[in-house]
């Protein structure tokens, strides 16, 4: 608008050539001068009015067109008829409205404008960000830095956040605490998880568990059993990648895809699976243990929508687990859905608030290919998380749980500390 006010103004002054009377004209010349510059002046004015009308009506044209057209999905549209020729690549020469400088991309930001950069800029930023720039409400997800925002960590596991070549390490230290009828259980958890960008979009990870789980049993009137297992956990490796991105009325979806690998030490199931009758239950209920040893792959589809500064977001997953042979007995435990959903909230550019509902439900143990001998398991809980940045590439992640029914750990505290490279 400015560049078309100041090419008016230039196209409208042009004409107007001064007369200017030379010293020694006399009273004749400051006369003819004096007349000449009255007439400038009066052609001057008239053409400043014509000029600010013309200015006022470009306005009103502007402003409906924007109106008629609506939000314009690339940031141009709205503007493009309104631009005069001379801003308009040309032919080619150099300077305005030549091939040689052609129109810059234009940016959206947060706030509904457009920033115009340099395609050098444009190009660094699609690559580092790997989520297109015509999507506002994307970057909430992957910043132009290449540095995820803290508010969708708290569904990491689900999603691909690394770029290309980026590399993810962290720790989570948790103790979960569980009272039941006759049993109440402590364990000390310590999960390492490395992921690594293999291309914007797509990423692959290992997660590996280990604990010390402390199990205390009634077995009379007032006598307690305690056993203690320290052993690693079973080890998860998967891969996430983006299927689509989000854009104004779609949400994002990702797609992981794992294996689970018996890594295990001890069983979770009685010495002697052989000697139980049919129908009876064949997993050791004395020990806290925290592993399967079962060999199984899952899936996990993840969905995502960003109102800056939230994000609410809801995954459903399946597992299948393969069936083991204990004792010369062949066990499977049945299928597993899974579900996670939930909100984060972006307090700050470095702070981000986390609610999340997660469970599922787990089929009963097959047992020689006949019907469940133990009960399916439904577990519901809720967590409460802090994610904060503490410098560029690290977070700690202070959370707590709370388990929603019966056959859920009564709580958990975890801090994560997520350090990327």
């Known amino acids: 608008m400015k560049t078309l006010a100041a090419a008016s103004f230039l196209a409208l002054i042009a004409p107007i050539v001064p007369v200017r009377a030379e010293p020694g004209d006399g009273a004749a010349g400051q006369s003819v001068a004096k007349s ?16 600010e009308k013309r200015i006022l009506e470009l306005e009103g044209q502007l402003k409906d067109q924007e109106a008629a057209q609506g939000p314009s999905s690339d940031g141009a549209e709205a503007y493009e008829d309104l631009i005069p020729a001379y801003d308009q690549p040309g032919p080619a020469g150099g300077g305005y ?47 132009e830095d290449g540095d995820v ?21 962290s720790e989570e230290l948790a103790y979960t605490r569980n009272q039941g009828n006759l049993q109440s259980d402590r364990v000390f958890m310590s999960t390492t998880a490395v992921r690594y960008g293999i291309m914007n979009g797509l990423e692959l990870g290992a997660i590996i568990p280990a604990y010390w789980g402390i199990r205390e049993t009634q077995v009379g009137l007032n006598e307690w059993q305690s ?17 689509w991105e989000q854009n104004a009325w779609r949400p994002g979806a990702a797609l992981t895809l794992g294996a689970i690998l018996p890594t295990s030490t001890y069983s979770p199931y009685l010495d002697d699976v052989k000697a139980l009758r ?15 040893q079962h060999w199984a792959t899952f899936g996990n589809l993840q969905f995502f929508k960003t109102y800056d500064p939230v994000i609410i977001y809801l ?17 499977r435990p ?88």
Not at 149 to 169: K, N, S, Y
Not at 234 to 240: H, K, N
Request: no cysteine; hydrophobic share 40%; aromatic share 10%.
């Open 36 to 51: 000449a510059d009255s007439q400038a002046t009066a052609v001057l004015l008239t053409r400043l009015e014509a000029l």
């Open 227 to 243: 056993y203690d297992v320290a052993d690693i956990g079973d080890i998860t490796l998967q891969g996430s990648g983006d299927l």
């Open 334 to 421: 049945g299928l597993t859905f899974n579900y996670n959903a939930g909100i984060s909230m972006g307090l700050s550019e470095h702070t981000s608030f986390g609610f999340q509902v997660f469970g599922g439900y787990a089929e009963g143990l097959w047992v020689n290919g006949l019907a469940p001998s133990a009960p399916a398991a439904e577990q519901h809980s809720a967590r409460v998380s802090i994610i904060q940045g503490l410098w560029p590439g690290v977070y700690l992640e202070p959370a707590v749980s709370f388990g929603l029914n019966a056959q859920s750990a009564n709580s958990t505290f975890s801090t994560t500390v997520r350090k990327r490279f």
């Open 97 to 143: 409205g030549s091939a040689a400088v052609p129109p810059q991309p234009q940016v959206p930001t947060t706030s509904g404008g457009y920033v115009i950069v340099t395609p050098e800029q444009a190009a660094r930023a699609a690559d580092e960000s790997g989520i297109p720039r015509e999507d506002p409400s994307a970057q909430a997800v992957a910043r």
């Open 315 to 331: 995954g459903l997953g399946l597992q299948y687990t393969f069936a083991q042979e204990f004792s010369g007995v062949e066990i």
């Open 278 to 292: 049919p129908g009876t239950d064949p997993r050791n209920i004395i020990y806290p243990y925290q592993a399967q």
């Open 149 to 169: 925002a803290a508010a969708a960590l708290l569904f990491r596991d689900t999603v691909p956040t690394l770029t290309r070549r980026q590399l993810e390490i």
